[in-house]
Nanobody, 126 residues
Framework: QVQLVESGGGLVQAGGSLRLSCAAS????????MGWFRQAPGAEREIVAG????????YYADSVKGRFTISRDNAKNTGYLQMNSLKPEDTAVYYCAAKRGYYSNIHVVPRDYAYWGQGTQVTVSS
């Protein structure tokens, strides 16, 4: 089992940047794929980006391609989401999630992930 804690959210002006971190407990973080999801008020939770267990494969939603970068440091048990050129429509609660297993593909559906952080608010002002 792994516990996840997000940090790094906040209020930023459009065009600005934020870096989210997801700290995982335990010594087996490297055996988990990781995803970043977001949920805006009244909307469903959606995938933003995903990365497999060794970091070789990544996935990005079309809406964030070229602006966001997902990465992980297994030695530090931490995942990251670098968000650049932020837009007001990026405003949401951002969650990191983990799925155990040595998958090469990226899972993009929330129900595929068993472990979730508490979320961190990102607000982008226009």
């Amino acid at each position: 089992q792994v516990q996840l804690v997000e940090s790094g959210g906040g209020l930023v002006q459009a065009g600005g940047s934020l870096r989210l971190s997801c700290a995982a407990s335990g010594r087996t973080f490297s055996t988990y794929s990781m995803g970043w999801f977001r949920q805006a008020p009244g909307a469903e939770r959606e995938i933003v980006a995903g990365i497999n267990w060794d970091g070789r494969n990544t996935y990005y939603a079309d809406s964030v391609k070229g602006r966001f970068t997902i990465s992980r440091d297994n030695a530090k048990n931490t995942g990251y989401l670098q968000m650049n050129s932020l837009k007001p429509e990026d405003t949401a609660v951002y969650y990191c999630a983990a799925k155990r297993g040595y998958y090469s593909n990226i899972h993009v559906v929330p129900r595929d992930y068993a472990y979730w952080g508490q979320g961190t608010q990102v607000t982008v002002s226009s």
